[in-house]
C-alpha cells in the first residue's frame, strides 16, 4: 500500500507477521512502488537465502537481549557488565532496525554522535565492538565488514602524578564525605594494583604477617593470583583501615558497601550502614570530587601508571615491575617501549662509556705472577 505525507511517498505492508511502514524518499509514485518490491524482496532473500535458518528479521534491541542471554553463563561478571553498558549506548541508535538494515553509514554517523558527545575513542571502540558481536552471530557482520573503520586509539598514553598533585589529591581525598576513596586512592599509589583490583578485595586476601596481599581473579591470567609485597605506607593504610572493622571476617570485602550520614555537633560523616558482604560501588563521583578539590586532571588508571613510573625511576628492573602489575608478556612488550624513556640517563652513561680511556691502575694494584720455579736441577 502507497500513501503520501506531504511530498513524499510511503509505503505499507505486513511481511512475517510484522508491520513495515517506512518512507520510500521520492516524490515519484513509480519510484516508490519499485522502492517497495525492493524492500519484499530483500526481506524474502534475508528470511530464505542469507539467514536460512532463521524464521524472520529481526531486529537489533532483540538480538542483542538474545545475545546477552546466550553469553552470560561463561562470562566474568564485569565482562556482562561492560557489555551492558555497551548496549545502553548502542540501543537508542539501532534498537529498532533490522539487523539487515544496518549499515557501514549507519555506524559511521553513530561514531561521530558519540564522538561529539564526549565519549573517547576507545569507548566507541568498544561499542561498536559490541554491535559487531551480535551482527556476527546472525551472519551480518561481513557484508560491512569493509566499510566500518575503527577510531584510532594511542594505547601508549599515561600521566604520572607529581608529588604535588599527589599531596593535593590525597588532601582533596580526605576532605570527601566518603571515608573509603582516601584508602583506595593510597592503595593504588603504593601497589600498582587496579581499581578493580582492589575494590574486590577481601579480607583474607591481606597477610599482616609477611606484608603481603594477594590479588584475585583480574583481566590477565598473569595478574590473577600474584603476591604484592606491601610497603609501609600500604601496610599502614591497610591495618588502620582494619582498625574500623572489628567483626570482619576473612570473606568479608576490605571496601564493603557503606551508606554515609552525619552525626555530632560538628557533622562529621560517618558510615551509617554498612554490607561487608557487598563490595563498594561506583566511586567514581567520589573520585570526581577530589579530583576538584586538588586541581588535579587524571584518570584512576593514572595511579597505576605512577606507582609504575616511580619503581622504574628508582631502579627496579621492568621485569620486577612487570611482575608486581601483573603484565602478560605481550603488554610486557608493550610497556617496554612505552617507560623506555626512563632509563635513557643510565643507557647514555653506559654508552658513553666505551668512548672513554680505561682507567690505568696503579703498579701496586696490577697483580705479579707467582714465580715458576726452574727446572733444571743446580750443580
Same mark, same amino acid.
Given at each position: 500500500?502507497?500513501?503520501?505525507?506531504? @511530498?513524499?511517498?510511503?509505503?505499507?505492508?505486513?511481511?512475517?507477521?510484522?508491520?513495515?511502514?517506512?518512507?520510500?524518499?521520492?516524490?515519484?509514485?513509480?519510484?516508490?512502488?519499485?522502492?517497495?518490491?525492493?524492500?519484499?524482496?530483500?526481506?524474502? +532473500?534475508?528470511?530464505?537465502?542469507? $539467514?536460512?535458518?532463521?524464521?524472520?528479521?529481526?531486529?537489533?534491541?532483540?538480538?542483542?537481549?538474545?545475545?546477552?542471554?546466550?553469553?552470560?553463563?561463561?562470562?566474568?561478571?564485569?565482562?556482562?557488565?561492560? +557489555?551492558?553498558?555497551? $548496549?545502553?549506548?548502542?540501543?537508542?541508535?539501532?534498537?529498532?532496525?533490522?539487523?539487515?538494515?544496518?549499515?557501514? +553509514?549507519?555506524?559511521?554517523?553513530?561514531?561521530?554522535?558519540?564522538?561529539?558527545?564526549?565519549?573517547? &575513542?576507545?569507548?566507541?571502540?568498544?561499542?561498536?565492538?559490541?554491535?559487531?558481536?551480535?551482527?556476527?552471530?546472525?551472519?551480518?557482520?561481513?557484508?560491512?565488514?569493509?566499510?566500518?573503520?575503527?577510531?584510532?586509539?594511542?594505547?601508549?598514553?599515561?600521566?604520572?602524578?607529581?608529588?604535588?598533585?599527589?599531596?593535593?589529591?590525597?588532601?582533596?581525598?580526605?576532605?570527601?564525605? #566518603?571515608?573509603?576513596?582516601?584508602?583506595?586512592?593510597?592503595?593504588?599509589? /603504593?601497589?600498582?594494583?587496579?581499581?578493580?583490583?582492589?575494590?574486590?578485595?577481601?579480607? &583474607?586476601?591481606?597477610?599482616?604477617?609477611?606484608?603481603?596481599?594477594?590479588?584475585? %581473579?583480574?583481566?590477565? !591470567?598473569?595478574?590473577?593470583?600474584?603476591?604484592?609485597?606491601?610497603?609501609?605506607? =600500604? $601496610?599502614?593504610?591497610? &591495618?588502620?583501615?582494619?582498625?574500623?572493622?572489628? +567483626?570482619?571476617?576473612?570473606? /568479608?570485602?576490605?571496601?564493603?558497601?557503606?551508606?554515609?550520614?552525619?552525626?555530632?555537633?560538628?557533622?562529621?560523616?560517618?558510615?551509617?550502614?554498612?554490607?561487608?558482604?557487598? !563490595?563498594?560501588?561506583?566511586?567514581?563521583? =567520589?573520585?570526581?570530587? =577530589?579530583?576538584?578539590?586538588?586541581?588535579? %586532571?587524571?584518570?584512576?588508571?593514572?595511579?597505576?601508571?605512577?606507582?609504575?613510573?616511580?619503581?622504574?625511576?628508582?631502579?627496579?628492573?621492568?621485569?620486577?615491575?612487570?611482575?608486581?602489575?601483573?603484565?602478560?608478556?605481550?603488554?610486557?612488550?608493550?610497556?617496554?617501549?612505552?617507560?623506555? /624513556?626512563?632509563?635513557?640517563?643510565?643507557?647514555?652513561?653506559?654508552?658513553?662509556?666505551?668512548?672513554?680511556?680505561?682507567?690505568?691502575?696503579?703498579?701496586?694494584?696490577?697483580?705479579?705472577? @707467582?714465580?715458576?720455579?726452574?727446572?733444571?736441577?743446580? #750443580?
Amino acid at each position: 500500500m502507497l500513501y503520501r505525507r506531504g @511530498e513524499v511517498w510511503w509505503y505499507k505492508f505486513q511481511f512475517a507477521g510484522r508491520a513495515f511502514r517506512e518512507s520510500a524518499k521520492t516524490a515519484s509514485k513509480a519510484l516508490a512502488r519499485q522502492a517497495e518490491r525492493k524492500r519484499h524482496q530483500q526481506l524474502e +532473500e534475508a528470511v530464505y537465502g542469507i $539467514l536460512r535458518k532463521r524464521t524472520a528479521p529481526i531486529t537489533f534491541a532483540l538480538a542483542a537481549d538474545g545475545w546477552m542471554t546466550l553469553k552470560k553463563p561463561t562470562w566474568a561478571a564485569k565482562s556482562y557488565e561492560v +557489555e551492558g553498558r555497551n $548496549l545502553k549506548h548502542l540501543k537508542p541508535a539501532f534498537g529498532s532496525l533490522l539487523l539487515l538494515d544496518i549499515s557501514a +553509514e549507519d555506524i559511521a554517523d553513530y561514531q561521530r554522535s558519540r564522538l561529539k558527545a564526549g565519549a573517547s &575513542q576507545k569507548s566507541i571502540n568498544l561499542e561498536v565492538g559490541t554491535l559487531r558481536a551480535v551482527l556476527r552471530r546472525h551472519r551480518m557482520w561481513a557484508n560491512i565488514q569493509p566499510d566500518v573503520k575503527m577510531m584510532p586509539v594511542n594505547d601508549m598514553t599515561g600521566k604520572a602524578l607529581t608529588e604535588d598533585e599527589e599531596r593535593r589529591l590525597l588532601d582533596g581525598c580526605r576532605k570527601l564525605r #566518603s571515608r573509603t576513596l582516601l584508602p583506595i586512592v593510597t592503595l593504588a599509589l /603504593h601497589t600498582g594494583m587496579r581499581r578493580g583490583e582492589i575494590q574486590s578485595l577481601r579480607w &583474607q586476601q591481606v597477610d599482616f604477617l609477611s606484608r603481603t596481599l594477594t590479588v584475585g %581473579v583480574t583481566k590477565t !591470567a598473569a595478574g590473577t593470583g600474584r603476591v604484592i609485597p606491601l610497603n609501609e605506607r =600500604a $601496610l599502614m593504610t591497610l &591495618q588502620t583501615w582494619a582498625t574500623n572493622f572489628a +567483626e570482619r571476617r576473612p570473606e /568479608h570485602f576490605v571496601f564493603p558497601w557503606e551508606h554515609y550520614g552525619f552525626a555530632g555537633n560538628d557533622q562529621k560523616p560517618h558510615a551509617k550502614t554498612m554490607d561487608p558482604n557487598v !563490595a563498594v560501588g561506583d566511586i567514581t563521583t =567520589a573520585w570526581e570530587s =577530589a579530583k576538584a578539590k586538588a586541581g588535579v %586532571v587524571s584518570r584512576f588508571h593514572d595511579l597505576r601508571h605512577t606507582a609504575c613510573t616511580r619503581l622504574l625511576e628508582r631502579g627496579a628492573s621492568l621485569s620486577v615491575v612487570a611482575s608486581i602489575m601483573g603484565w602478560s608478556a605481550s603488554t610486557t612488550a608493550k610497556m617496554a617501549k612505552l617507560y623506555g /624513556h626512563i632509563g635513557s640517563d643510565a643507557q647514555r652513561a653506559a654508552l658513553n662509556s666505551l668512548v672513554q680511556p680505561p682507567r690505568q691502575r696503579s703498579p701496586e694494584a696490577i697483580p705479579r705472577p @707467582e714465580p715458576v720455579p726452574d727446572p733444571t736441577p743446580h #750443580s
